[in-house]
Nanobody, 123 residues
Framework: VQLQASGGGLVQAGGSLRLSCVDS????????VSWFRRAPGKEREFVAT????????FYLDSVKGRFTISRDNNKNTVYLQMNNLKPEDTAVYYC?????????????????WGQGTQVTVSS
């Protein structure tokens, strides 16, 4: 597994972005994948997770109803659609793959990490 995240940018509050996480080695179809984020001066925070086949998802409470995680294993890609963005969503977003089929909120359960993509939401 080798992950690369993209899709970040600068957007006004209320806007949308879609992040992508591509596995260049095309092997993560057996892995749960999650998105985490780290805002300036804060700890890394779990955002969303999706099981290996996409049947199970789980979200941080503050993003429920605004963010949607999905995956296309044929394209070796996991997405994070982010709608109605708020300034407090500003952070570097990282995708991570677990060594198992279901995800968790704990970063220690993830063996593979992408490089991060910056999301900035202006008020």
């Amino acid at each position: 597994v080798q992950l690369q995240a993209s899709g970040g940018g600068l957007v006004q509050a209320g806007g949308s972005l879609r992040l992508s996480c591509v596995d260049s080695k095309r092997t993560f179809s057996n892995n749960a994948v999650s998105w985490f984020r780290r805002a300036p001066g804060k700890e890394r925070e779990f955002v969303a997770t999706i099981s290996r086949r996409g049947g199970n998802t789980f979200y941080l409470d503050s993003v429920k109803g605004r963010f949607t995680i999905s995956r296309d294993n044929n394209k070796n890609t996991v997405y994070l659609q982010m709608n109605n963005l708020k300034p407090e969503d500003t952070a570097v977003y990282y995708c991570a793959a677990a060594r198992r089929s279901y995800g968790s909120r704990s970063p220690v359960d993830y063996a593979y990490w992408g490089q991060g993509t910056q999301v900035t939401v202006s008020s």
